[in-house]
């Protein structure tokens, strides 16, 4: 716009040679610019400026700490005549034309816009024009004022909460206007200068959120979170999530045992541990973060965080990076390789980790992997004035905010706390599967929405592979791995001298191969007592028939030797049976009939009988505490081995023994190892295979082709084991070592059996 302005100006003398000038009076800003220390941003003007083409020092990527460095507003006007009648300075965001925040210089007092230099001492707080005039202080800077004096308000922009500027908004553009009329007064220049700064993130550190976070126990049910978040193995969290690079094995309570021969044949296996651990443990994770200052170092700058949003994404381990892949039966690792890829390329997110259809999380948009949280405390979604400043938590409540992303559902957003106890730091609970095997690892991202040149919005909400992004706004833990656990908590033996001994590790290694830790505390075998176990078997013979009464030795089970029960031979018994009822030997022969007639159908008959007696012996030695027991002699009675006995290698009880068998699973087993100093001679056959079968048993195992028993004991069941595998541990197949098919290991990791074929190919799904 062109003005125009009338003055006079003497004339020369003819004779001198001087002459006079006409100034015409006009204003500039020279400079705009922040500065600490020896850090400074780049200053921009207009491009009609008298300067405007001179280089700028400073930069761009000028950067502080809100509230933690109070970097100087520099600016310089060149205003001779004093003709400034307005000046404010003005904030924006990148793409935005909405002004966040303005402040009037003018209500500050005049020494704001003066002609010269100044500097404005600043934090980074947003504030309401000044209510008060604040005189300038002159130094070698210029002309300053205290910005920092002047109150901070919470209200003047939605978008910083604490009442300073935070990481959602960066980058930022601070103008400063001048103008020799007021606000909408006609004909006025109007001069501006702009400048750049940045809030930045520098470091996210992760860390095991405190005990208090996690919630409350079911009414009812055990504490399992707590179980976890408690467990002092070597291997489990131990107070740290995994590092990076790293793997920590997360260890799910699993003392599920079968009350009947009949749940070895349904679905009960996956369904009481899907009753148990429902949609997985709860790990809180937390994040610190750590806002960059001007010397690009790592400092605590709370307010800088405001309703800055934190996604949390988990990622699928592969099944062949699993910590006990390499240790598959090489049959029982093409059947998990064809069985866990299914949709492994479709689903969201993608992996091997059990699948929906199995009873896993991969694919299902309802269970959730970072649960919704309401949270508490200063600063949860934003609403800041719910609940001021919180010193201490609140027990067994998750403190900070999580929403699931709209269109990445397995993600969720969080938000930090800017003040009190958790200042700095934000955090979900990570709900992993129930499932042994699946594994994750986890990353938090600064989830800023950004724009492009385009304005169009890039977002981390995507159900497509992430974008990259720069390693200072985002960390990773190392890998959580889903571990069953089962507890071992007694080894008994009749006497000190039973032989052969019980490898325990080899058992664990066995059951190793499907994610289940056999966690062993029963420590050293140890001997039962002689009046003891006299007492106990007294007990455990009551309510038997009274011709059971003289088939029992009549001395000490105890002394008989290292065997379970001891038994008359058939001469003797017949002696005793017909010295008890006054029978004559025709008497006797009626009541042997067709049963007891023979030695041999004595010997065998005595079987069942000490099977009975044991199991309720055994029972009263139970340990108190959940788990597995297990209870060795030298063959299970003296008889086993004479003529139509019957030698075991071991047995388990069909129905459910212990305090708890009335339930519908019982979290106490025991097995009975039985076996003969010859009975593992000349096979692949150990004792440690023998209770790894028997136990399977206890884990709703039935027995794996080809079995000719038809009771529901004993009876195979082909659907449910690998066709194309012959030595699984649940045969009787001794011509290798028995090691668990790759369908029994799908079972034990706790995989639904109704919707896997025992051909693995055909559980291939791509």
Request: hydrophobic share 35%.
């Amino acid at each position: 716009m062109e003005t125009r302005r009338t003055a006079n100006v003497a004339r020369t003398a003819y004779d001198l040679k001087h002459f006079n000038r006409l100034r015409a009076p006009d204003f500039w800003l020279v400079k705009l610019w922040l500065k600490v220390g020896g850090n400074s941003s780049k200053s921009y003007l207009s491009p009609d400026a008298p300067n405007a083409s001179a280089a700028s020092s400073g930069s761009d990527d000028f950067h502080f700490a809100p509230e933690k460095e109070k970097p100087d507003i520099n600016y310089e006007i060149d205003d001779p005549f004093a003709m400034i009648r307005r000046a404010k300075l003005e904030l924006f965001r990148r793409y935005d034309e909405k002004v966040l925040w303005a402040i009037d210089l003018t209500k500050l007092g005049e020494d704001t816009y003066l002609h010269g230099k100044h500097a404005l001492k600043w934090d980074g707080r947003v504030t309401k024009d000044p209510t008060a005039v604040q005189a300038g202080t002159k130094s070698d800077a210029g002309m300053g004022q205290d910005l920092t004096q002047v109150a901070v308000d919470k209200t003047v922009c939605q978008d910083f909460p604490d009442g300073y500027v935070t990481l959602q908004q960066t980058p930022y553009k601070l103008r400063l206007t001048v103008s020799d009329k007021k606000e909408g007064e006609a004909n006025a220049k109007v001069v501006i200068a702009w400048t750049y700064f940045h809030i930045l993130l520098e470091k996210i550190e992760l860390e095991l959120g405190p005990k208090k976070s996690l919630p409350k126990a079911q009414a009812g049910k055990p504490d399992l979170d707590a179980q976890v978040y408690d467990d002092d193995d070597g291997e489990a969290l131990n107070g740290s999530l995994p590092a990076a690079g790293g793997l920590k094995k997360i260890f799910l309570s699993s003392n599920i045992f079968k009350n009947s021969n009949g749940q070895m044949h349904n679905n009960t296996d996956f369904t009481s541990y899907q009753k148990l651990w429902g949609d997985g443990p709860n790990i809180p994770v937390f994040a610190k973060l750590w806002i960059r200052d001007s010397g690009d170092q790592p400092v605590e700058a709370p307010k800088a965080l405001g309703k800055v949003k934190f996604m949390w994404d988990a990622e699928d381990v592969k099944e062949k990076d699993g910590s006990v892949y390499g240790g598959h039966h090489a049959k029982a690792k093409a059947f998990l390789d064809d069985s866990v890829n299914y949709d492994a390329d479709k689903t969201k997110p993608k992996g091997d980790n059990c699948h929906k259809d199995r009873g896993g999380k991969r694919g299902d948009d309802s269970k959730y992997l970072f649960p919704e949280q309401k949270g508490y405390g200063y600063g949860f979604g934003g609403d800041f004035d719910s609940d001021a400043k919180q010193d201490d938590l609140k027990d067994r409540q998750f403190p900070f905010k999580a929403q699931k992303c709209e269109t990445r559902k397995w993600s969720a957003y969080s938000y930090a706390w800017t003040q009190g106890k958790l200042e700095n730091k934000t955090g979900v609970l990570f709900q992993p599967s129930r499932l042994a095997g699946d594994a994750y690892k986890i990353t938090v991202y600064l989830a800023n929405e950004k724009r492009d040149n385009d304005n169009k919005k890039i977002l981390l909400d995507t159900d497509k592979d992430l974008p990259k992004v720069v390693d200072k706004i985002k960390k990773s833990t190392g890998t959580f791995e889903i571990w069953r656990r089962l507890n071992f908590v007694q080894y008994k033996k009749k006497t000190t001298t039973v032989s052969p001994d019980f490898a325990v590790a080899t058992f664990q290694g066995y059951y190793q191969q499907a994610y289940v830790q056999v966690k062993y505390t029963a420590g050293a075998a140890t001997a039962m007592v002689k009046a003891d176990y006299d007492s106990k078997f007294a007990t455990a013979k009551t309510g038997q028939p009274w011709y059971v009464t003289h088939m029992l030795s009549t001395a000490s089970q105890y002394d008989a030797g290292k065997h379970g029960a001891d038994f008359r031979s058939w001469g003797d018994f017949k002696t005793a049976a017909k010295a008890a009822k006054g029978w004559s030997d025709a008497e006797l022969n009626a009541f042997l009939g067709t049963v007891l007639n023979t030695e041999e159908k004595y010997n065998k008959y005595c079987d069942g009988i000490a099977s009975d007696i044991l199991t309720k012996l055994c029972e009263s030695y139970m340990d108190v505490n959940d788990g597995i027991s297990l209870f060795q002699f030298v063959e299970h009675y003296n008889l086993a081995t004479a003529p139509g006995g019957l030698a075991l290698n071991g047995f388990a009880p069909g129905a459910g023994v212990g305090p708890k068998k009335a339930d519908p699973t019982n979290t106490q087993c025991f097995f009975v190892l039985c076996a003969g100093p010859t009975n593992y001679d000349g096979s692949d056959n150990t004792p440690a295979q023998t209770v790894t079968h028997e136990i399977g048993h206890c884990l709703f195992m039935a027995h794996a082709p080809v079995q000719t028993a038809t009771d529901e004991a004993n009876k195979h069941d082909v659907t449910v084991h690998d066709k194309n595998f012959n030595n699984c541990t649940m045969s009787y197949n001794y011509d290798a070592e028995r090691k668990w098919c790759g369908f029994c290991i799908l079972r034990l990791r706790g995989w639904d059996r109704n919707h896997l074929q025992n051909d693995g190919a055909l559980n291939k799904k791509t």
